[in-house]
């Protein structure tokens, strides 16, 4: 008799690739550590973390265009009439969707967004005759740093609650959806969808490419932005 077979379960769905989940892990840990150190007036830390989280930005920036499917700004940043459907529960795929809803695409647009703007900030802030300055300080007059030193500090709490409503989002879906976000963004993977095969492989050549761009910027930002010429 021929041996029996039971029932196999299908393959997790992978919905992240390994670059787009370093980085959002390495937001979660850079945001926090650049706060403390303000906190703390470690400012040479607080720099160079600055500069690393620039680079990460840039990155993310590149592979919103040249990523994977989900990592993609093309495939999750819908216009209002996608983001109401969703809202009123008519979002007609929302069986076979992965990635990040219309909701939660705007929502991570503005993320991506409002730390940029802190970053840029930070690069011009800073008092050249008491304590450590942004890279990009000599650039601009002493009246102007001094207005964007004030905004930066300002607009972290903007960045904040953003971090906030991002959290309660991910609580949300965790208790009253029974969608758990988190573990997906730790593995890559979700449970198997029907009709659903999942992001295809990592584009390395263009990885590799959009790492070397976006580090090449914050190094030469971190010197000062001299012309390449």
């Given at each position: 008799?021929?041996?029996?077979?039971?029932?196999?379960?299908?393959?997790?769905?992978?919905?992240?690739?390994?670059?787009?989940?370093?980085?959002?892990?390495?937001?979660?840990?850079?945001?926090?550590?650049?706060?403390w150190t303000a906190e703390n007036s470690a400012?040479?830390?607080?720099?160079?973390?600055?500069?690393?989280?620039?680079?990460?930005?840039?990155?993310?920036?590149?592979?919103?265009?040249?990523?994977?499917?989900?990592?993609?700004?093309?495939?999750?940043?819908?216009?209002?009439?996608?983001?109401?459907?969703?809202?009123?529960?008519?979002?007609?795929?929302?069986?076979?969707?992965?990635?990040?809803?219309?909701?939660?695409?705007?929502?991570?647009?503005?993320?991506?967004?409002?730390?940029?703007?802190?970053?840029?900030?930070?690069?011009?802030?800073?008092?050249?005759?008491?304590?450590?300055?942004?890279?990009?300080?000599?650039?601009?007059?002493?009246?102007?740093?001094?207005?964007?030193?004030?905004?930066?500090?300002?607009?972290?709490?903007?960045?904040?609650?953003?971090?906030?409503?991002?959290?309660?989002?991910?609580?949300?879906?965790?208790?009253?959806?029974?969608?758990?976000?988190?573990?997906?963004?730790?593995?890559?993977?979700?449970?198997?969808?029907?009709?659903?095969?999942?992001?295809?492989?990592?584009?390395?050549?263009?990885?590799?490419?959009?790492?070397?761009?976006?580090?090449?910027?914050?190094?030469?930002?971190?010197?000062?932005?001299?012309?390449?010429?």
């Amino acid at each position: 008799m021929g041996a029996s077979h039971g029932p196999t379960s299908a393959p997790d769905v992978r919905v992240w690739d390994p670059l787009l989940r370093l980085t959002h892990w390495s937001f979660a840990l850079l945001v926090p550590a650049m706060w403390w150190t303000a906190e703390n007036s470690a400012w040479a830390w607080h720099r160079r973390l600055g500069l690393v989280l620039l680079g990460i930005l840039v990155f993310r920036v590149l592979w919103g265009f040249f990523g994977t499917e989900t990592a993609r700004f093309a495939s999750f940043v819908k216009g209002p009439g996608a983001v109401i459907a969703y809202l009123r529960g008519q979002t007609t795929d929302a069986a076979t969707r992965i990635g990040h809803s219309p909701l939660a695409g705007w929502s991570t647009l503005a993320l991506i967004g409002a730390m940029l703007l802190q970053v840029s900030m930070g690069l011009f802030a800073g008092d050249p005759y008491n304590g450590m300055t942004g890279p990009l300080n000599p650039l601009v007059g002493v009246m102007t740093a001094d207005t964007l030193t004030d905004w930066h500090e300002t607009f972290f709490w903007v960045v904040a609650g953003l971090i906030a409503l991002h959290l309660a989002a991910i609580v949300f879906y965790a208790t009253v959806k029974r969608n758990d976000l988190v573990s997906p963004m730790l593995s890559g993977d979700r449970p198997p969808m029907a009709g659903v095969t999942g992001i295809g492989p990592v584009p390395q050549v263009r990885g590799l490419l959009a790492i070397a761009l976006a580090a090449g910027f914050a190094l030469w930002v971190a010197a000062g932005a001299p012309p390449l010429g």
